[in-house]
């Protein structure tokens, strides 16, 4: 102490018995305060002491700049890698992804690099790339019997290939898109788009028949079970009920039977007797398919005690993003942006159990013929909940970016790895068992960071 104040302090620096102290602390240097302008000599004589280390340029920055990782870009989230397979192909985010319903042995994906793929899940090898598109690729899927796929963008093109020869069968070009989804039944495609309408084609001769709605977009769609009706929600809070055949509304719900503010996604009922709505007002409703009725309301107060916000602020800061029913039990799910999962109790419309996430869920699955529901959310990870108890079970990690789609088999699968190996390089045995099979179970994740990752679940007695 003696050496450092004879060395260190300046003419008017105060003596050191008038300083406190706490504790053990100790003068590590005393240092002059408000030294005045440097010399420019000075200043000469002290770069010439510091070392310059040259940084290699990165790829593309001919200034040399080390950038800050951009959002949804490799690097932002690093960790451990739990996923089996991982395909790589796409260039940008991968927006969304579809399983083949039939054997669940392939995926096809599109993203922000205007491109669209099918691809093995066993292994990530490419079958053929769905070319064309020249806006984001955002709707992707397969046909009821897998026998045929479908990719949407953006700009609403939207292009129809015959998965065995890989040949493009059929293309249209409809406003910007909103929505695509197969009828469950037929080879028949149906999409909502930013005009209002939702439109149905026979694939591959065309038939087209169009569903004019309000003066705003179809933001969400679903078919119902029996093939014969679909649900269609409005960027205006209105949801309408269509008859498929007559190309006629049944049912319309507006104004306070409607939802506040615009809808964000729909889901049905395994028997097509209950739809389920969510919207950005953060309700989500219930609705009787057969009277077009109102039968619940789930709001966000019973969800979780908001912080206090003025007037309008809740519905910007939240919404509901994603919903769906329990097929064994009278259970539905709603996720929340800001991370809540709500496991509600159909019979008494009561909330059962509140699973709190770290940030906001994208989208929920329900695990075919159990009470597990799966979430992925923008801290790139995958989760399984035991919705009877709100446990969580586990969790899956892998991405480096947010996830932006999920889907999970449907059928029961034998999975075996080859060749042992794990963290997205290895390659899976598939054996197909059925859809009763409980072996196990796979999830196949897009994300911001450029990838699209398989990951085996195994699915012991819960």
């Known amino acids: 102490m003696e050496s450092e104040s004879e060395s260190g302090a300046a003419a008017d620096t105060p003596p050191l018995e008038t300083l406190s102290f706490h504790g053990d602390e100790e003068i590590i240097e005393v240092v002059e305060l408000d030294p005045g302008p440097p010399d420019p000599d000075d200043l000469a004589q002290e770069m010439e002491d510091v070392d310059f ?9 001919e200034e040399g700049w080390v950038l800050e990782p951009q959002e949804g870009v490799v690097g932002s989230m690093e960790g451990p890698d739990d996923s089996e397979v991982t395909f790589a192909l796409h260039s940008a985010s991968v927006f969304c992804v579809s399983l083949d319903p039939k054997t669940n042995t392939l995926a096809v994906t599109g993203g922000e690099d205007d491109k669209a793929f099918v691809w093995r899940l ?13 806006d984001s690729v955002t709707c992707a899927g397969f046909s009821h019997d897998s026998t045929l796929v479908a990719t949407g963008d953006m700009s609403g093109l939207l292009k129809v290939w015959q998965v065995d020869t890989k040949e493009e069968v059929w293309s249209f070009e409809a406003g910007d898109l909103e929505w695509m989804e197969w009828h469950p039944r037929a080879p ?6 930013a005009d209002g309408n939702t439109w149905m084609w026979k694939v591959p001769n065309g038939d087209c028949k169009t569903f004019q709605g309000p003066n705003c977009p179809a933001t969400c769609g679903r078919v119902l079970p029996d093939g014969k009706r679909a649900v269609v929600g409005y960027e205006d809070g209105t949801i309408r009920i269509w008859d498929l055949k007559q190309g006629s509304p049944i049912h319309v719900l507006k104004g306070t039977e409607g939802h506040q503010g615009p809808l964000t996604c729909v889901a049905t009922n395994q028997d097509g007797s209950l739809i389920l709505t969510g919207s950005v007002d953060c309700q989500a409703k219930l609705v009787s398919a ?7 309301v789930f709001r966000p107060e019973t969800v979780a005690s908001q912080p206090s916000l003025g007037e309008g602020e809740e519905s910007e800061s939240n919404s509901v993003e994603s919903l769906g029913f329990c097929s064994v039990m009278p259970l539905a799910a709603v996720g929340y942006l800001d991370g809540t999962l709500a496991i509600y109790d159909l019979a008494t419309q009561t909330l059962r159990h509140q699973c709190q996430h770290q940030s906001g869920i994208v989208q929920l699955l329900w695990e075919a013929g159990t009470a597990v529901v799966y979430t992925c959310s923008l801290d790139g990870i995958v989760r399984l909940w035991d919705a009877r108890t709100g446990r969580l079970l586990t969790d899956y990690r892998g991405h480096t970016a947010e996830i932006l789609d999920f889907a999970l088999s449907k059928a029961g699968i034998s999975v075996y790895l080859e060749g042992g190996s794990s963290g997205g390089t290895g390659s899976l045995g598939l054996t197909l068992q059925g859809p009763t099979s409980q072996d196990a179970s796979l999830v196949v994740t897009t994300s911001g960071d450029h990838k699209a990752k398989v990951f085996c679940v195994q699915r012991p007695d819960r």
């Open 53 to 61: 280390e040259e940084e290699e340029e990165e790829e593309g920055n």
């Open 122 to 134: 066993s292994d990530g090898e490419l079958l053929f790339e769905c070319a064309g598109h020249k």
């Open 188 to 193: 028949v495609l149906l999409a909502g788009t």
């Open 290 to 296: 057969t009277t077009g009725k109102v039968v619940g």
